[in-house]
Each structure stands twice: as structure tokens, then as C-alpha cells.
């Protein structure tokens, strides 16, 4: 989104980029796809995430990779959850 810079990373010791230190105080919002996502990042760095926004999508995480109605639907709740106009 223009205006934005994004990285992506995920919870599970499994993912391809997995979130660490450097990520979480590289960002000033954090938005994730589902509620129990927040809830690891919570579980997983605490304190590093004092100030800083955590957003979910509820964003079931069931759709393929670049799958067009999940770029829709990601693009309009971003634009809910960051204020873009």
C-alpha cells in the first residue's frame, strides 16, 4: 500500500521467515490474520511489543498464496485498521 512498508513473517516454528526481535522493533504497527497469532507474538515477545498497535484481520488463514478474493479482502481490512482513505 502506498505510503507503507510491510514485511512478512509467521508464528509457526515451520514458517519460511519466522518473526524475531529484530522484526517486531523493526515495526510500528503490527497486523496479523487471526487472533491466536496475537496471541503467540504475545506469548513469544511481551515486552517488545509495549507501544506498539497489534491489529488482527480475522483473516481465517485458509486461502492459497496471492489467492484474489484474500488480496481483496486483505487490502480492505489493512485500509480499515491503518486509516487509509
Same mark, same amino acid.
Given at each position: 500500500?502506498?505510503?507503507?512498508?510491510?514485511?512478512?513473517?509467521?508464528?509457526?516454528?515451520?514458517?519460511?521467515?519466522?518473526?524475531?526481535?529484530?522484526?517486531?522493533?523493526?515495526? !510500528?504497527?503490527?497486523?496479523? %490474520? &487471526?487472533?491466536?497469532?496475537?496471541?503467540? /507474538? @504475545? *506469548?513469544?515477545?511481551?515486552?517488545? #511489543?509495549?507501544?506498539?498497535?497489534?491489529?488482527?484481520?480475522?483473516?481465517? !488463514?485458509?486461502?492459497?498464496? %496471492? &489467492?484474489?478474493?484474500?488480496?481483496?479482502? /486483505? @487490502? *480492505?481490512?489493512?485500509?480499515?485498521? #491503518?486509516?487509509?482513505?
Amino acid at each position: 500500500m502506498p505510503g507503507f512498508q510491510g514485511r512478512s513473517a509467521g508464528t509457526e516454528a515451520a514458517a519460511r521467515v519466522r518473526v524475531n526481535d529484530r522484526l517486531i522493533a523493526w515495526a !510500528d504497527v503490527i497486523v496479523v %490474520m &487471526e487472533h491466536r497469532h496475537a496471541r503467540r /507474538l @504475545r *506469548a513469544m515477545f511481551g515486552d517488545l #511489543l509495549n507501544g506498539k498497535p497489534v491489529h488482527c484481520l480475522d483473516v481465517p !488463514d485458509d486461502y492459497q498464496f %496471492m &489467492e484474489p478474493d484474500l488480496v481483496d479482502l /486483505l @487490502r *480492505a481490512r489493512l485500509e480499515e485498521c #491503518l486509516h487509509v482513505p
